[in-house]
């Protein structure tokens, strides 16, 4: 009988991940209990490893250490290591789907979005991220494409359906002639034509009237936080707090959505003084929106890394060791200072010095010399001085943690599934979501507990074994007991 119950557990246990329970959330917005705003910051890559030796670099605790409420999972539909795809589209939606696909589920059906479904009952909306704006994560947002690839496909999405719009990516708005992606289309000037004021440096940026905003302030990737020109392109914080103060004059409220993008590619580098510097200006972001969230008081703050990327680990190389504060020494990313070397790489030991402020040893020189992706030894270099290291070159399926800051912040805690958030979101918001709400003519619903009668009536009858096999349990544990 026991096993059988524990079967019949692990039955209901798989069924509430599979989010028999989340297929849809209701509720009333306008009641004084819900929140206005969310505000949803997304570090890429950035897992428990990223937090402490963040905290050691620092020196101090730090805004995640403050923040804390539990542990999320990060599997995708078909691999138990994500991408950002899948990881952004979990995220956004509510629903798994396979790695490299946007949006959409395991059978191409176009899912809703948390976003797009606050836009529905009147909320403003933005994105915000320091890779292009048609990058995995922040398009899971908006956009509905079988792959992640097809940032031109993204873009056209993007506009009209999100009001601020703050990051990389212009490339992907702009024709070929003018050095874009598009054969004939200009989707700057349609934007501009819809009313949104476009924008391409920091002081527009920073000088910029609110309402719609089109602000794209690099072809593609905007510059690593350690290699930004600061008088060129603004920092994730101040695009954050523009995003903010732009959005917060909708009387209904805003939704907005915060990518510290390169915190993923720094650590896919090896490069530890990226990902440090990238997490301090990803910090620095959600400072701005905690501290808008105390003086608002009807914000909700929610943190959480979409997968750890790269394996990295605090201390290493078979060592007792940490030593991440030399990284306060690096003034540029290993890539930067891999293109000051010249053809025959005998200025090694200089750019080191200048960039790195270390005196290679004669095999670290050589172990240079000899790379054929200089950056990325360079990189290995500096890690291994720090005592970091690193297990792949690809993500990995380490849980990560998961921070929340102001009202309906209980909301969030302990162990949580990656398709969790949005629908926690819309009970906070107290506004209905259901991912399957705009499918698309020629996607089918699928068969869930909710629309079929059969798998409903399934449902019941396991209930009540279920229950029946929790009377038998709890007697049996008494009897023990006794
Ligand atoms: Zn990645």
Redesign the pocket.
């Known amino acids: 009988m026991k096993k059988i119950f524990s079967a019949f557990l692990s039955i209901m246990l798989m069924t509430s991940f599979a989010g028999v329970n989340h297929t849809h959330a209701e509720g009333d917005p306008d009641s004084s209990e819900n929140v206005d705003n969310i505000i949803f910051l997304i570090p ?2 950035f897992s428990a490893s990223h937090a402490t030796n963040y905290r050691h670099y620092k020196g101090e605790y730090t805004i995640f250490d403050e923040t804390l409420v539990g542990m999320m999972q990060t599997t995708s539909a078909d691999n138990r290591v994500t ?2 795809a899948a990881a952004g589209t979990a995220m956004a939606t509510g629903v798994k789907t396979n790695n490299e696909m946007l949006g959409v589920d395991p059978d191409g059906n176009e899912l809703h979005s948390i976003l797009k479904a606050a836009t529905q009952h009147g909320k403003a909306s933005g994105l915000v991220a320091t890779s292009t704006i048609t990058h995995a994560t922040p398009a899971a947002f908006a956009a509905n494409v079988l792959s992640r690839e097809s940032e031109a496909e993204i873009a056209p999405q993007l506009i009209g359906e999100v009001d601020v719009l703050l990051g990389g990516g212009k490339d992907f708005f702009l024709p070929e002639k003018e050095g874009g992606h598009h054969e004939d289309v200009n989707l700057i000037a349609e934007a501009e034509e819809l009313g949104y004021t476009f924008i391409e440096n920091r002081d527009q940026l920073l000088g910029a009237d609110s309402g719609k905003l089109l602000g794209l302030f690099a072809g593609e990737g905007m510059a690593p936080e350690l290699d930004r020109d600061e008088a060129v392109e603004p920092s994730l914080a101040e695009m954050t707090e523009v995003a903010i103060e732009s959005l917060r004059n909708n009387e209904d409220g805003f939704f907005l959505m915060v990518e510290g993008s390169q915190i ?2 720094a ?2 580098a090896h490069d530890s003084p990226w990902i440090l510097k990238d997490t301090e200006a990803f910090e620095a972001a959600v400072e701005a929106a905690v501290a808008f969230a105390e003086e608002d008081e009807n914000t909700l703050v929610v943190i959480a890394g979409d997968h750890d ?1 790269a394996g990295m680990s605090v201390g290493g190389y078979d060592e007792y060791e940490s030593n991440v504060d030399i990284l306060h020494g690096v003034t540029a990313t290993g890539d930067y200072m891999a293109e000051q070397l010249d053809e025959n790489r005998d200025n090694i030991a200089d750019v080191l010095q200048t960039y790195a402020n270390i005196e290679p040893t004669d095999e670290e020189l050589s172990v240079i010399a000899e790379a054929e992706e200089p950056n990325i030894a360079i990189n290995r270099v500096i890690s291994e001085r720090a005592f970091v290291g690193f297990t792949s070159d690809a ?1 990995t399926g380490v849980d990560v943690p998961l921070y929340a800051f102001g009202k309906h912040s209980e909301k969030f805690h302990g162990f949580l599934d990656n398709t969790d958030l949005p629908f926690l979101m819309a009970e906070a918001m107290g506004i209905d979501f259901d991912p399957y709400d705009n499918v698309q003519e020629g996607g089918e619903l699928p068969v869930t507990a909710t629309n079929s009668p059969t798998f409903a009536l399934f449902g019941l009858v396991l209930a009540l074994m279920s229950a029946g096999g929790l009377v038998y349990f709890r007697f049996t544990r008494k009897v023990k007991e006794e």
């Open positions: 890429d890559g991408d950002s993923d590619w650590s896919h990327t993500h």
